[in-house]
């Protein structure tokens, strides 16, 4: 089971009620609740300072390991009696899909022909403008939407917790957020299997938040070009391996990360063993805010 991805670890049992009703699950190091104080606005500035260099914040073990082994827990059972959706698509950058794909023989967008997908390596030269219209870009990962996860799921909670949005926006130098209104899509759960993937591309929207609960045995990293979207929309050519600053950090289990995925190009590499398992919290600057029918149907396979 999932389970198999996490190592379990021996811990102290608390006694007593938490004084917050997350204290069992957020780190202590990560006053979220308490931004206005000295340790928080500490927490602040070194996010903000993440953010600016790297345009990528990454909070170490903010999940405490039982609360994450935990959450694996909840999702095991879940994904045993659940088959969720098992979503797949091949696409480009920019997230345009292969929905008008040209035949092999075909021009694209600029004139030129594009080549048989077997002639095309992963690691080739590839320009923005043949992309729009040679689709090489695959993804594919099971999703346990929200209304799968239950309200009374550990995620469940932390999601709908008010200090998380409100940290979030704040780390992100934001105005106020809001939960999202989507049944479905508030909050959810990746699982990429062997061979799963994210391909590169940049984000639609703003910002994301993800939170690690299991790391693949190998495979499966995140990989992302900081603030490279101006360089390779002004480019004819571009191999992503070799874009400036290209990173790749260590993602452990608990760990949350905030990313602005708009502005750098990214990826989840293929899963060569094991699974990788994350979990995904949306956060709108409006209230109200869903996913349309289209964009539920291609990501959870159904509509709300």
Same mark, same amino acid.
């Given at each position: 089971?999932?389970?198999?991805?996490?190592?379990?670890?021996?811990?102290?049992?608390?006694?007593?009620?938490?004084?917050?009703?997350?204290?069992?699950?957020? $780190?202590?190091?990560?006053?979220?609740?308490?931004?206005? /104080?000295?340790?928080?606005?500490?927490?602040?500035?070194?996010?903000?300072?993440?953010?600016?260099?790297?345009?990528?914040?990454?909070?170490?073990?903010?999940?405490?390991?039982?609360?994450?082994? $935990?959450?694996?827990?909840?999702?095991?059972?879940?994904?045993?009696?659940?088959?969720?959706?098992?979503?797949?698509?091949?696409?480009?950058?920019?997230?345009?899909?292969?929905?008008?794909?040209?035949?092999?023989?075909?021009?694209?967008?600029?004139?030129?022909?594009?080549?048989?997908?077997?002639?095309?390596?992963?690691?080739?030269?590839?320009?923005?403008?043949?992309?729009?219209?040679?689709?090489?870009?695959?993804?594919?990962?099971?999703?346990?939407?929200?209304?799968?996860? /239950?309200?009374?799921?550990?995620?469940?909670?932390?999601?709908?917790?008010?200090?998380?949005?409100?940290?979030?926006?704040?780390?992100?130098?934001?105005?106020?957020?809001?939960?999202?209104?989507?049944?479905?899509?508030?909050?959810?759960?990746?699982?990429?299997?062997?061979?799963?993937?994210?391909?590169?591309?940049?984000?639609?929207?703003?910002?994301?938040?993800?939170?690690?609960?299991?790391?693949?045995?190998?495979?499966?990293?995140?990989?992302?070009?900081?603030?490279?979207?101006?360089?390779?929309?002004?480019?004819? $050519?571009?191999?992503?391996?070799?874009?400036?600053?290209?990173?790749?950090?260590?993602?452990?289990?608990?760990?949350?990360?905030?990313?602005?995925?708009?502005?750098?190009?990214?990826?989840?590499?293929?899963?060569?063993?094991?699974?990788?398992? $994350?979990?995904?919290?949306?956060?709108?600057?409006?209230?109200?805010?869903?996913?349309?029918?289209?964009?539920?149907?291609?990501?959870?396979?159904?509509?709300?």
């Amino acid at each position: 089971g999932l389970l198999k991805t996490y190592k379990a670890c021996k811990v102290r049992s608390i006694e007593g009620p938490p004084r917050d009703p997350m204290a069992g699950l957020v $780190n202590a190091r990560y006053p979220i609740a308490s931004l206005r /104080g000295r340790i928080g606005r500490a927490l602040l500035d070194e996010c903000h300072q993440q953010l600016d260099s790297k345009g990528f914040v990454a909070l170490k073990s903010f999940l405490k390991p039982e609360a994450t082994m $935990n959450m694996i827990e909840e999702i095991s059972s879940i994904a045993e009696k659940c088959p969720g959706f098992y979503s797949t698509e091949a696409h480009n950058i920019y997230l345009v899909e292969d929905s008008s794909r040209p035949t092999d023989a075909s021009p694209g967008a600029d004139g030129s022909s594009c080549p048989p997908t077997e002639a095309r390596s992963t690691t080739m030269r590839v320009s923005p403008r043949d992309l729009e219209v040679c689709f090489e870009v695959k993804s594919s990962k099971r999703v346990l939407a929200a209304d799968e996860l /239950g309200p009374g799921s550990s995620l469940s909670e932390l999601y709908a917790w008010p200090p998380m949005a409100e940290f979030v926006g704040a780390a992100l130098k934001l105005d106020k957020l809001h939960l999202s209104a989507d049944p479905i899509a508030s909050h959810y759960v990746n699982i990429f299997e062997e061979n799963d993937q994210l391909g590169w591309h940049f984000d639609n929207s703003a910002f994301s938040v993800s939170l690690i609960l299991a790391p693949a045995e190998s495979g499966g990293y995140f990989e992302f070009a900081p603030h490279s979207r101006s360089i390779v929309d002004a480019a004819d $050519n571009f191999e992503p391996a070799l874009l400036p600053g290209l990173a790749r950090p260590r993602l452990d289990a608990g760990d949350l990360y905030l990313f602005q995925g708009r502005d750098s190009l990214h990826r989840v590499s293929p899963v060569l063993r094991g699974r990788r398992v $994350n979990a995904i919290l949306t956060f709108n600057p409006e209230p109200g805010e869903r996913l349309g029918e289209y964009t539920q149907m291609k990501f959870f396979g159904r509509k709300s």
